[in-house]
């Protein structure tokens, strides 16, 4: 085991410095700066009666961004491993396919988590430079939004070993910004469908990702008082139940996979 958190540690690690080399977090300091430009602007003109809608907002922009990251870090981790064939080397070593989609899995969480607790940081100096505060649920907002890149991770992972890395990112995208239309689309449909269509769409719900579950934005702006444990436990196997399977789905593709 102690092999296996080396190993794992290890392409984490390459994965968060081959990022670090693309520079794409510097695109998120220079994203973080133009959010509190726009902060500094309508601060200017005074913000009273715009707190809910400066919280909103800036939760948006922090939502927004921290998953166009996460499907960008996760989306390019195996096809440039393979398209430069550094796959060879790594392979060749004591460790398995499915190490190395964990491993590189892992180092996408880590860099996607960074990004989220930048622009968290951003947003939240932004708003209390205007003595607005964000409560106690914020902490909550925050441990969600680290599960829901988790989940998001595992899936743009999962879709890379089946599809080409532009397909990768459009599919993970849709998936990510249209969870919320989905479910509202499924509740709405459902009561009108036939009785294969109510399968196919309860089936559909529970197996896609349901993303908006983990979006806490709107209690922030509106002020709400944490919500229970229970819920944040509930969601939290969720998120892992899921990850792990979008993982073991890759997996398995991956080893049928020639290389």
């Known amino acids: 085991m102690k092999f296996k958190l080396t190993v794992w ?16 977090l510097w695109v998120s300091v220079i994203l973080a700066v133009l959010m509190i430009s ?27 961004l921290s998953m166009v990251l996460a499907v960008l870090f996760a989306a390019r981790q195996l096809p440039e491993e393979i398209s430069r064939r550094t796959v060879y080397p790594l392979l060749a070593r004591p460790i398995t396919r499915f190490d190395l989609i964990f491993g590189k899995y892992l180092g996408a969480v880590a860099l996607s988590t960074f990004a989220l607790l930048l622009f968290a940081l951003i947003g939240w ?33 999962a879709l890379s070993v089946f599809l080409t890395p532009q397909a ?46 983990f979006d806490l934005s709107k209690k922030v702006s509106y002020g709400w008082t944490p919500v229970m444990g229970s819920t944040i436990l509930f969601l939290f196997g969720y998120a892992i139940v899921h ?16 290389l």
């Open 168 to 213: 990768t990112v459009t599919m993970a995208l849709l998936l990510a910004a249209g969870s919320s239309t989905f479910a509202t689309a499924v509740k709405l449909l459902h009561g009108t469908a036939g009785t294969i269509g109510q399968g196919v769409l309860s089936g559909a719900y529970f197996v896609l990702p349901q993303l908006d579950l």
């Open 38 to 64: 726009a902060a500094a602007l309508v601060g200017k003109f005074g913000v009273a009666g715009l707190e809910m809608f400066l919280k909103d907002v800036t939760l948006t922009v922090v939502n927004l």
């Open 243 to 258: 990850s792990a399977i979008c993982l073991a789905l890759g997996t398995l593709r991956f080893r049928k996979q020639a």
């Open 9 to 24: 540690g290890a392409l984490a690690f390459a994965a968060c410095l081959e990022s670090l080399r693309r520079k794409d």
């Open 125 to 157: 100096g932004a708003l209390a430079c205007f003595g607005l505060k964000v409560g106690a649920i914020f902490g909550q907002y925050l441990w969600l939004r680290f599960l829901s890149l988790l989940l998001i991770c595992a899936v743009t992972m």
